[in-house]
């Protein structure tokens, strides 16, 4: 096992991941920048050296000064979180060139899953089941006309290399095509340095289903259930549930053990999350993330198994800790995200935060890094907690996660809790019927 274990991240997952190593007996050393000197992650760290000024390229994406903090503290591993540089392949790389364990997957199946294109076709080599599309990217208006005339529209495109919506268009028709593809070109530039885009047929009311997976790096791989993801706005998810209201148990076992498999045959090590457009019964490959998710805790809740003391484990070489069968699944839990901004407009709220109290009782978790006199600053993600809620069933889930969301208070700063307070009163909510595009359309017609 780990020594000790750097953590190159910020707010609640550096709290998460700290908390996990304490509880293993390991010592931990946190980075932080200027603006986060006295976050709680770094009030509770063994250690804590600062590498930079508040913008993130200068700290929390400045590999050499990571790396500088590993050898100054003699940290043996370090753990990335989410976000920053957790699925940066080429800092998995240089950790490994200077003897240093990167907890997560190697470099290669980073960058392999990080292609979208590769990722798809890896994905189709593994026996996961994928949207129709192209088979690579697509660099010219005639080529695309002929992919999108052979799957169908509506179709959309996406960047290669990018995520959270941006360089991604839909095309209902060839008319719509050219502009489409331009724009999707222009947007991925512009965003990721890359403007290779590949195209995919549209799926109008699907679920975002997301499979937990683990692979042990040497043949073993297990799934531990699935999330449902589909509440979204600008393609980022707001409330995550498990398991989906949406699946039934032979799905779930149909669709895990298929991931299960495909983590195996590929040799993965450690955390990773496939995802999947859902509809009319069928599965739709999107991507794989090599890395601890967000929305990780409601898993946890429904399995009661640790998934970053999974993650340390597998790292320091002492494999998978269960067996699939040994995964059970028990009742219900759903995530909400409470970030610091407008609850309708969802601009950026940073500022003091003058009262904080979270909610107690059973069943109930906050992931959170604030407190009261806590100043949000505003150079990151405007993620300020996470409350997590379980209960026996989605009945008793619902029951509880309102009565928390009424006893979760943050005042100075404006928060999503408003929104999750009318939400969890919604009848669409409450049957568990939604899709993707629910969410935009009901924030739509509350404008």
Do not use: C, W
């Given at each position: 096992m780990f020594q000790k274990i750097l953590i190159a991240n910020r707010g609640e997952i550096a709290l998460r991941v700290l908390r996990a190593c304490k509880e293993l007996g390991i010592q931990t050393v946190v980075v932080h920048s200027t603006a986060d000197a006295d976050a709680m992650h770094v009030r509770l760290a063994d250690e804590s050296v600062c590498i930079g000024p508040p913008p993130s390229r200068d700290s929390y994406l400045n590999i050499h000064q990571i790396v500088a903090a590993c050898e100054i503290t003699g940290a043996d591993a370090v753990h990335p979180g989410y976000g920053f540089l957790s699925e940066n392949a080429k800092f998995a790389d240089i950790l490994a060139a200077h003897n240093i364990t990167f907890i997560g997957p190697t470099g290669d199946h980073i960058r392999i899953m990080?292609?979208?294109?590769?990722?798809?076709?890896?994905?189709?080599?593994?026996?996961?089941?994928?949207?129709?599309?192209?088979d690579g990217a697509i660099s010219e208006e005639k080529e695309a006309k002929r992919v999108a005339a052979e799957i169908g529209y509506p179709v959309i495109i996406k960047a290669s290399a990018g995520g959270g919506g941006r360089g991604m268009k839909v095309a209902r028709s060839e008319a719509d095509l050219e502009i489409a593809l331009q724009t999707a070109k222009s947007e991925a530039g512009a965003a990721f340095g890359d403007d290779a885009v590949y195209i995919e047929k549209y799926l109008e009311k699907p679920r975002h289903i997301e499979l937990q997976v683990f692979?042990?790096?040497?043949?073993?791989g297990v799934h531990f259930g699935e999330r449902d993801c589909s509440l979204q706005r600008r393609h980022q998810k707001v409330w995550e549930e498990a398991n989906s209201p949406a699946l039934n148990a032979e799905e779930r076992a149909r669709i895990g053990g298929i991931c299960a498999k495909a983590v195996a045959d590929l040799g993965y090590s450690g955390a990773?999350?496939?995802?999947?457009?859902?509809?009319?019964?069928?599965?739709?490959?999107?991507?794989?993330?090599?890395?601890?998710?967000?929305?990780?805790?409601?898993?946890?809740?429904?399995?009661?198994?640790?998934?970053?003391?999974?993650?340390?484990?597998?790292?320091?070489?002492?494999?998978?800790?269960?067996?699939?069968?040994?995964?059970?699944f028990n009742g219900h839990a759903i995530e909400c995200r409470i970030n610091a901004e407008d609850p309708r407009t969802f601009t950026p709220s940073p500022g003091t935060i003058t009262h904080f109290h979270t909610p107690g009782g059973l069943g109930i978790r906050v992931d959170s890094g604030v407190y009261s006199g806590y100043k949000i600053p505003p150079y990151y993600d405007s993620l300020i907690g996470k409350l997590i809620v379980h209960g026996r069933n989605r009945v008793e889930c619902m029951m509880r996660l309102r009565r928390a969301l009424d006893e979760f208070v943050v005042d100075g700063i404006k928060t999503t809790l408003p929104l999750f307070r009318d939400l969890v009163g919604n009848p669409d909510i409450a049957n568990g019927d939604y899709d993707i595009h629910w969410l935009e359309k009901y924030l739509a017609k509350e404008e």
């Open positions: 990080g292609d979208k294109i590769e990722a798809k076709r890896t994905a189709k080599r593994l026996g996961i089941p994928v949207v129709p599309g192209s692979g042990d790096g040497a043949g073993r990773g999350t496939i995802e999947f457009l859902y509809e009319d019964g069928e599965f739709y490959f999107i991507e794989m993330n090599t890395r601890l998710q967000v929305e990780h805790p409601v898993t946890e809740a429904i399995t009661g198994i640790d998934l970053v003391h999974e993650q340390i484990r597998v790292a320091s070489g002492g494999g998978l800790s269960v067996r699939q069968e040994d995964i059970k």
